[in-house]
């Protein structure tokens, strides 16, 4: 203890109290077992990276105050907004889902993205190759087909991870690139509508193709599968051997081999279902929203479902308020677009929120204690 | 013969802005510290290069400001690191989502704007009459140069020198650098901040010559082919030219291909640096199954002096 105290800088002769120095020494110390972090953390994140950005909105000739207002009211302050926000927090809340399965057992799953593109394009070749099936066999083929496809294309990570030890993080992103590809591809070649003026998508889908909305407004039967998944997804965790075998495997994964789970076959069973929650999310996108395929479908629903995950820690009430803000945080990028921003300007804000988040989680790690 | 030429040219042009960006990351990866933010910081390289070299014309403007603003993102990773210990992998993504959306915000005004001759070339006639390195070297810009440059010289450091020797205990073993006596938290933060410039400087390169003009998201996963190439590597510097080089060739085949006017549309051509990134790295786990992959051994692992081991 006397040498750390002579290493920190402190006199040799502590207990002197005429050299104690008058103002009491404060000491940081690392506490790994302290993992718990106060409720408040996330908001005061979001606030952080709020104050952060509108220094680089100022800096970009415009009042950050009034694109925070702008973007609040564009959002939330309209009936319009107000549903338009929940529209956006499906695909959030569906993809959040999914990669928090993943992230329950440390499999860094980046590539919701191209989960959510491959299960869009798959809803899709139906209403190509079948296009005059009644409603009731179009849409339940649909859906099958979207949450089959991302599925698949979950499994093109898990597998060589599973068997050739390949970093997940890159061969998800790669996957993404390929999925744009892909649908880049589709939209501007073979799929093109013929009578779209050379717009970059696919013809409207029919009324039997696409998904029941409520009432007059944009909002889509796809907000009950989100939430039915969001209930699936508590309960699978709490109370099957399922979850508890995953919860187990997210824990100590060493342990969870000597105990007899497979890792690799829990593996691919997570990556399926990640992944399928992923595709049914491109389905909904395209058959509830859009009504076809189209270039740029999604503004990286992939991508923010990441921090959706990471800032609701993983829990299902927590999911799915964040997706609803986070919904909100896309409308309102799309809505200071008239101030001459760019809607990237709400990519930037959630950047800074993950950073925040982490950096908050961890001063909840740090004890501090006065030095004597 | 003159067709392996053209390629090799254009692998070289395509492949050292990657050859930076996987130089920095060996350099932070050695010392421990997992660096997944190569894509954000390689745009925020490129757009402060672009916003730089219009407003001022001169380079010498540029390059200064490419390296104090990766080094300010460096300083940030090391912090949240190093310092606060998060976990490494979050922290690269954070930066990865953050820098791509920073740089289309900052770039939203000079967006397409061509940039021509920024870098200048040094030419040397002399090497024109050498056969077949003539023509390769003898009009290379300043970059590429440099990007040689510091292959050599990471590699004298990190495999002939005292201090590379105390790189490489860093990364296998913290515990036991400290006991020799090594600064380990000086040590990494001094290893991140010089990688993340050098990753910083690849996206100055992409952007000053291989496609001079800023366009949103103009890496397009080339830092994630980065982390990839670190692997591919086993995070050694000379392997790391050779590798950027051979997805450099890929990037540039697909070109050729459709310029030859293949019927394969371009999108699929498109996807094989991509394809084969993954299974370049499928190919790696199974020839190296139950052997040591290289990598260093804390690799990821945040050090904590109190912790019992």
């Known amino acids: ?372 | 013969m003159d067709l392996i030429l053209q390629i090799v040219a254009a692998a070289m042009s395509s492949g050292t802005p990657l050859l930076f960006a996987v130089l920095g990351g060996i350099l932070i990866e050695r010392s421990g510290i997992i660096q997944l933010g190569a894509e954000g910081i390689m745009l925020m390289g490129a757009v402060t290069a672009a916003l730089l070299y219009l407003h001022t014309g001169s380079l010498a403007a540029a390059l200064p400001a490419v390296l104090a603003v990766s080094a300010a993102l460096g300083l940030l990773h090391a912090f949240l690191t190093v310092t606060l210990r998060v976990n490494q992998i979050v922290s690269g993504l954070a930066m990865t989502l953050f820098g791509s959306g920073l740089s289309a915000f900052l770039g939203r005004a000079i967006a397409g704007q061509p940039m021509p001759g920024a870098v200048p070339k040094l030419d040397m006639p002399v090497l024109d009459g050498v056969p077949v390195i003539g023509v390769l070297v003898a009009h290379l810009d300043v970059l590429t140069w440099l990007s040689f440059a510091l292959v050599i010289a990471l590699h004298l450091y990190i495999y002939r020198t005292s201090w590379g020797l105390h790189l490489r205990a860093l990364g296998d073993s913290p515990p036991t650098a400290d006991v020799m006596g090594i600064p380990v938290t000086a040590f990494r933060y001094g290893c991140v901040i010089a990688g993340t410039m050098l990753i910083g400087l690849g996206g100055a390169d992409l952007l000053l010559v291989f496609s001079p003009a800023w366009i949103e998201d103009m890496t397009a996963g080339r830092g994630w082919i980065a982390v990839a190439l670190i692997i591919f590597a086993r995070w050694n510097p000379l392997r790391a030219l050779l590798c950027a080089y051979f997805f450099g060739a890929l990037d540039a085949l697909g070109f050729r291909i459709q310029l030859i006017g293949s019927s394969i549309p371009s999108y699929f051509l498109k996807m094989i640096p991509y394809a084969v990134t993954i299974l370049v790295l499928m190919y790696l786990g199974w020839r190296n199954r139950g052997k040591p992959s290289g990598s260093p051994e804390s690799l990821g692992v945040p050090y904590i002096r109190e912790q019992r081991l």
Not at chain 1, 58 to 76: C, E, Q
Not at chain 1, 98 to 113: C, L
Not at chain 1, 280 to 297: C, K, T
Request: proline share 5%; net charge positive.
């Open chain 1, 1 to 372: 203890m006397n040498g750390k105290a002579a290493a920190a800088g402190m006199d040799g002769d502590a207990g002197s109290a005429r050299r104690r120095p008058a103002v009491p020494r404060l000491r940081f110390e690392f506490d790994p077992v302290r993992t718990g972090s106060p409720w408040w953390m996330p908001l005061a994140a979001v606030f952080a990276a709020l104050a952060v950005c509108a220094v680089f909105i100022a800096a970009g000739g415009t009042d950050p105050l009034a694109v925070y207002k702008k973007m609040l009211t564009g959002a939330f302050g309209t009936r319009f907004g107000l549903t338009e926000t929940l529209v956006k927090a499906i695909p959030l809340l569906l993809c959040g889902i999914g990669v928090s399965i993943a992230y329950r057992i440390s499999f860094w799953n980046i590539g919701a993205e191209g989960q959510f593109l491959a299960g869009a394009m798959a809803a899709t070749a139906v209403t190509i190759y079948m296009p005059d099936l009644p409603a009731v066999l179009a849409l339940p083929l649909m859906t099958a087909a979207g949450i089959a496809a991302g599925g698949l294309w979950g499994l093109l990570t898990a597998l060589p991870r599973a068997y050739f030890q390949v970093n997940e993080l890159i061969s998800s992103l790669m996957l993404n690139y390929i999925a744009l590809l892909l649908l880049d591809y589709v939209v501007f070649g073979p799929w093109r509508d013929p009578g779209g003026l050379n717009f970059p998508g696919s013809p409207m889908f029919t009324a039997d193709q696409s998904l029941p909305a409520f009432g007059s407004t944009r909002l889509h039967f796809g907000l009950v599968f989100a939430l039915a998944a969001a209930l699936l997804y508590a309960f699978t965790f709490r109370h099957t051997r399922w979850g508890y075998e995953l919860r187990l495997i997210g824990a100590n994964p060493e342990a969870a081999r000597n105990a007899g789970i497979s890792l690799n076959k829990h593996l691919l069973l997570v990556m399926l279902a990640s992944g399928g929650l992923a595709g049914l999310a491109g389905m909904a996108e395209v058959s509830g929203v859009a009504h076809r395929l189209m270039y740029g479908i999604s503004p990286g629903y992939g991508y923010t479902a990441i921090i959706v995950a990471w800032i609701a820690r993983l829990h299902p009430v927590g999911l799915i308020v964040s997706a609803f803000l986070f919904g909100g945080l896309i409308v309102g990028g799309y809505s200071v677009q008239t101030l001459g921003l760019p809607s990237a300007t709400s990519e930037m804000l959630q950047g800074a929120v993950l950073f925040f988040l982490i950096a908050g989680a961890a001063f909840g790690m740090i004890r501090i204690r006065r030095v004597r």
